[in-house]
């Protein structure tokens, strides 16, 4: 039986969800190698116990959090969302978590904060992605959120998968997820939260800006620099023969946060 | 030590059989579902990756024999093919399987595309390499002729070297672990010529006589 306590939300698709073996075997976590099978080959290495939060920037609450307190209020929810890859594939997650929205009341941003800026751990003894030399990415790992894209009800911090503690290689042991941007902003093993008043710094922005945009919303109509996003691969989907399907607009959420973007064009902030 | 005639010949072979194991073996996987959660990517970039180490080992073969007087000329044929054969069938995995003959996007992917445009450019140099690994083709074109157009092995591996780099995010370092090493052979190359054409080039014209 599942582990955790879990109620199930109506936020949630009905779509068959990719097998558990799936979602943890084929995984991006660079802080662990850059082949999908490295994550789950090299993360048993990291210790999530104990494990420590810091909230910081423009908030009225900041502070060191233990994990166990910094969870403790929130009741858990089961999330089924689509996770679609910038790489053109995609998969149907059993998420247990709980909404950002909840944790930044419960830190209470100043009205100059704009936006959260995220960092993952940095511990290369821990990490064998952060040791030696062709290191894939700038340590710490970062991400971020405009403030209205973090308050939105589908955003969530993950800490489980199927009912179950989130594995190490899907980034225990807490992570974000945001259903309608591509995987990437996900931010795993996270450290720190920061609220901040400039849009901060992202990894994959910081290697290749033109290839990897600050918003990163999942959308067919702009394509990467050197793939097109117009389909996916959804996997676990019929093997080998497996039809390939079209990507959506905001990976099918458009009716929920399209509106987060009105006026905006979408081809200048990708 | 020295084969028989027959022993070299049963040698090569024996190579052709054994560069075609690799790809029984994926046949298996496939078969068996054990290619992991993406299979068609882990085909495209098995049989890729097969294409490209036997364009290399193909162009191992003259550094070999100059530095270490090591000759397996007679391999380098059942090379070269080995490493067309995995490209056209991981060609064919990407037409099929990947894009599923969507012939628009084929199309639009191979003009708009750099890392396949180099692709398919690298695919379409082997054709006439591979149509020219015979005997027949040496003596029709005549052996200088077919040396000079076999020389588009070393353009052919360029690219395929550029087409991996191109086809990750980041620098991952297989991509670039491949480079380097094609960037080695090639550079021995250019080195050598370079130094054929100091060698050439000093050798003062008799005079003609008066």
């Not at chain 1, 003894?125 to 959120?145: C, I, K, T, V």
């Not at chain 1, 807490?174 to 093993?189: D, H, T």
């Not at chain 1, 600050?214 to 117009?230: G, L, M």
């Not at chain 2, 370079?194 to 080039?201: G, T, V």
């Amino acid at each position: 039986a599942a582990s955790l306590q879990v109620t199930k939300s109506p936020l949630s698709t009905d779509e068959p969800a990719t097998s558990l073996d799936d979602i943890t075997s084929y995984n991006n976590f660079y802080e662990f190698g850059t082949d999908k099978s490295d994550p789950k080959a090299n993360s048993g290495t990291l210790k999530t116990k104990p494990w420590t939060v810091k909230v910081d920037g423009l908030v009225d609450k900041p502070g060191d959090y233990q994990l166990e307190d910094f969870i403790k209020p929130y009741a858990l929810e089961e999330r089924v969302y689509r996770m679609r890859c910038v790489e053109g594939w995609s998969m149907v997650i059993p998420w247990d978590g709980f909404p950002l929205a909840e944790v930044l009341k419960q830190v209470a941003p100043q009205s100059a904060a704009k936006y959260v800026a995220f960092e993952t751990l940095v511990r290369p003894a821990e990490m064998s992605g952060q040791r030696g030399f062709l290191q894939a990415l700038d340590w710490p790992y970062r991400e971020g959120l405009r403030l209205d894209e973090a308050m939105h009800p589908l955003t969530i911090l993950a800490t489980g998968i199927y009912g179950e503690p989130i594995p190490n290689q899907n980034g225990a042991p807490l992570r974000l997820v945001v259903p309608w941007k591509y995987g990437f902003k996900g931010i795993k093993s996270i450290v720190r939260i920061s609220l901040v008043d400039k849009q901060p710094q992202t990894s994959w922005n910081m290697q290749n800006a033109r290839e990897y945009g600050f918003y990163s919303n999942v959308n067919p109509a702009v394509d990467h620099p050197r793939w097109s996003q117009a389909t996916e691969r959804r996997i676990g989907e019929g093997g080998i023969f497996a039809k390939r399907r079209p990507t959506l607009p905001f990976n099918g959420y458009g009716d929920q946060v399209a509106s987060l973007y009105s006026g905006m064009d979408l081809r200048t902030y990708y | 030590m020295r084969l028989t005639a027959t022993q070299a010949k049963f040698s090569v072979w024996l190579l052709y059989v054994v560069a075609f194991l690799p790809a029984i073996w994926m046949a298996w996987l496939t078969v068996n579902d054990a290619l992991g959660a993406d299979p068609v990517r882990e085909l495209e970039h098995r049989l890729g990756l097969w294409a490209l180490r036997f364009l290399i080992l193909a162009l191992c073969v003259t550094p070999i024999r100059q530095l270490f007087r090591i000759n397996l000329l007679r391999y380098r044929r059942a090379l070269g093919l080995s490493a067309f054969w995995y490209a056209l069938i991981h060609l064919l995995v990407w037409l099929f399987l990947d894009r599923q003959l969507e012939m628009q996007a084929i199309v639009a992917d191979i003009i708009k595309r750099p890392y396949i445009t180099i692709g398919m450019a690298a695919f379409a140099l082997l054709i006439p390499l591979a149509l020219t690994s015979n005997r027949f083709s040496i003596r029709k074109l005549g052996g200088a002729a077919w040396a000079r157009l076999h020389k588009l092995a070393y353009v052919a591996t360029a690219l395929a070297a550029l087409h991996f780099v191109m086809v990750v995010k980041s620098w991952p370092p297989e991509p670039l672990i491949y480079s380097a090493i094609v960037a080695t052979l090639l550079l021995f190359r250019a080195v050598q010529a370079a130094r054929l054409r100091r060698r050439a080039e000093p050798a003062p014209l008799p005079r003609p006589a008066r």
